[in-house]
């Protein structure tokens, strides 16, 4: 139930993930298992997460920690930590999110899951970077990106290739910032990630905007523009 709940959060159908996630609760607490009982709370504050409702994101996650802690399940704690710290940003608490991944990398750097621990460390660059700390966002975001090449997550990687081009652009670095954001393009057009493509053609555009090119800046918001009114998707890239 729980795996369908977050195909269903894939999808975008808050009130089917809530229900499959709500109908595994009462089995988990019947069969008296505090790691599953913790991962279906995990589970519930997933479906608010994503759907906007962070308090009760908040409440859930904080339900499932000890559960999970007391189980002994520490890839499920990281998780959940993580998660947590998605949470705090999304409600603006951007230093105790920040606690929260490190609290996550902390225990991650001991359970060699690369993929994860890439997931958190982009979050961590993310987080350093809206507090205005562009060297620590570089170096935390650069070693995702490593992560991630190595993992040959290419998706994943164009994200965090978007979020090193946020990082120079907060420097006035823009040469680089604008490598970052083209490399970035490249992968989202080789997925067909039409979605990602705008949000980093218009990311493109503010930086050609910033070195005085307005014929490029023009370009490069109009191509952006075109593809947010055919997806009609005014979001930006998910914090994973």
């Not at 998706?155 to 290739?161: R, S």
Request: glycine share 8%; hydrophobic share 40%.
């Amino acid at each position: 139930m729980v795996a369908i709940s977050f195909l269903y959060i894939d999808l975008g159908d808050r009130e089917k993930a809530l229900s499959y996630a709500a109908s595994a609760l009462p089995l988990a607490r019947t069969a008296n298992d505090r790691q599953l009982l913790g991962r279906v709370l995990d589970c519930i504050g997933e479906v608010h997460n994503n759907f906007s409702d962070k308090k009760t994101a908040i409440e859930y996650y904080s339900q499932a920690l000890p559960l999970l802690r007391a189980a002994g399940d520490r890839a499920g704690e990281a998780q959940t930590i993580n998660n947590l710290g998605v949470a705090y940003l999304g409600a603006g608490d951007k230093l105790k999110a920040l606690e929260m991944f490190e609290q996550s990398k902390g225990l991650l750097l001991n359970l060699q899951d690369r993929r994860t621990l890439a997931k958190v460390a982009s979050n961590i660059g993310v987080t350093h970077d809206k507090l205005g700390d562009s060297p620590r966002a570089l170096e935390s975001l650069q070693f995702a990106l490593a992560l991630r090449r190595e993992l040959g997550d290419r998706a994943a990687e164009g994200l965090t290739l978007n979020n090193i081009g946020s990082a120079y652009s907060g420097v006035a670095e823009y040469q680089k910032a604008l490598d970052a954001y083209v490399a970035a393009l490249e992968i989202h057009r080789s997925n067909d990630s039409r979605w990602n493509m705008a949000v980093t053609l218009n990311n493109i555009g503010w930086v050609y905007a910033a070195l005085g090119d307005r014929r490029h800046a023009l370009s490069s918001y109009q191509e952006s523009l075109e593809l947010s009114r055919a997806i009609q998707d005014p979001g930006g890239p998910r914090l994973r």
